[in-house]
DNA sequence: CGACACATTGACCAGACTCAAAGCTAGTGG
DNA sequence: CCACTAGCTTTGAGTCTGGTCAATGTGTCG
């Protein structure tokens, strides 16, 4: 725990925010004058929880976090995936009350930043305001992603489009390349991702490895074939609106 | 078509936005000044289609617009539907490209607003960015919810839930009362949106008729037991950030 | 070496899909 | 005012994708 400013912690988000928009030096300075206070947590603890009402936003430096929501009979559904440079909960600026959970997956480094100041920020700086808008807006663009994978995807077809996915939004903030990428999540996250049975996940995965489209060892996620991935998949990066394309 | 300023177009905007936020009288006046063009639209006609870089946005002022996403093979997937109020495209503000398509469900009156306009207004009235903001956070809630429902409910369940939740939207502008709303659109669309087939849409609405749940007929939902939905669907409201609860 | 978490396998099951055929019902035109 | 139509809803029978339950492998770390 810490209350200097720390250039990592700003360096990601600045680097998150160059991969969707440009940047001008003034923002770049402004944001690197947010004050930040730095926690360490381990794996799979929760950050924010399902009906809090949060006074701080939190930016991914470390490790990976997801967002969740719990139901009745121990069921899970993981809504979205978030790496350094994300502040997965940004929406809690403008909506009170948390409609679901943030946790950490892995063990990860954290940020706080308290809503005053980004609210103080946004204010000051409209076209970083509208940068901040912008990511919500993309975030909502892989929710629709999601869905359209869930309602009209067969289960290979939607593990196919979410390692599309990962793998460019890795690529975009510098942390993959080469067609590989790191993927540290157990197989039961990925199915309450993907609203499917581990079971079957790991009857996908296995399918897949037999078809040399991946390979999936020791949390890194090696892609054999890309563009039969796309293909399979129908993937389109549109809806990433990423700044620097290089999808490939 | 027409151009002059139109108070009812405007009003179902403030009315929309009055129910997310409290509107201070300076926002509202500002709203009612905006420049639209009101456009009478068929049923089932595209309003902005996916790859299209729009110029404006689109206010649904009467009937039912959606957003979906077609895949090959005719598969379609319905993303979010929008009644008088809702502005589906607001996002085109902030990301250029369209990664999905917008349509009416009904015969539907539109106002389309400039962009330019648009940026305007948020320049000018921080308080009102800050609210159309909130809205699309709002938005990409209900995306999570389906989320949670296509991932995690049985067809039963998720039924049940978007009715709850299309009941509470519509209630919320005044469209709905008494557990009574409009519901003008097919079995098929219904399956479109929940990621099931009209055949088993078909079957879910017999079993809630048969254990009255609900009445569906000529394009009106009745709600018979709102309580028993609720509990069915464990449906908790917070996720609209409704201003006004009146969630019965 | 043990323990624990995670991955894999097999056998069986069920919710939702497919295909195809009838029924309805609200408009339309004669 | 009735017959016709087109689009929607309903039904039935058979299929299949993905789920369930339970056991067995396989690391990895203390």
């Excluded at 967002?67 to 009745?72: F, G, P, Q, V």
């Excluded at 920020?121 to 629709?144: E, K, S």
């Excluded at 290979?156 to 975009?172: I, P, T």
Aim: hydrophobic residues 40%.
């Amino acid at each position: 725990m810490s209350s200097a400013p720390d250039n990592h912690a700003m360096n990601c988000l600045i680097r998150k925010l160059e991969s969707i928009a440009p940047l001008s030096d003034r923002s770049r300075q402004a944001i690197e004058s947010l004050p930040v206070r730095i926690h360490k947590l381990d794996a799979r603890r929760d950050i924010v929880r399902d009906g809090d009402k949060p006074t701080h936003c939190c930016l991914i430096i470390d490790g990976w976090a997801c967002r969740y929501k719990l139901l009745s009979q121990g069921k899970r559904q993981i809504l979205s995936f978030h790496i350094p440079g994300d502040i997965p909960d940004l929406q809690s600026l403008h909506t009170h009350t948390m409609d679901h959970s943030l946790g950490t997956m892995t063990e990860a480094t954290v940020a706080f930043i308290p809503h005053e100041n980004l609210r103080e920020l946004t204010a000051r700086h409209p076209g970083l305001a509208a940068i901040f808008w912008r990511d919500t807006l993309i975030d909502a663009g892989i929710f629709r992603a999601w869905l359209v994978s869930m309602g009209r995807r067969s289960a290979f077809e939607h593990v196919a489009h979410l390692f599309c996915e990962l793998y460019l939004k890795l690529q975009a903030v510098g942390l993959a390349g080469n067609y590989r990428c790191p993927l540290p999540i157990t197989q039961a996250d990925l199915a309450d991702a993907l609203g499917l049975t581990p079971v079957h996940i790991n009857r996908v995965l296995q399918e897949m490895r037999g078809k040399t489209l991946i390979t999936l060892r020791s949390s890194t996620l090696v892609i054999e074939a890309w563009s039969e991935l796309l293909r399979v998949s129908e993937f389109d990066p549109t809806y990433l609106h990423l700044e620097k394309r290089a999808t490939g």
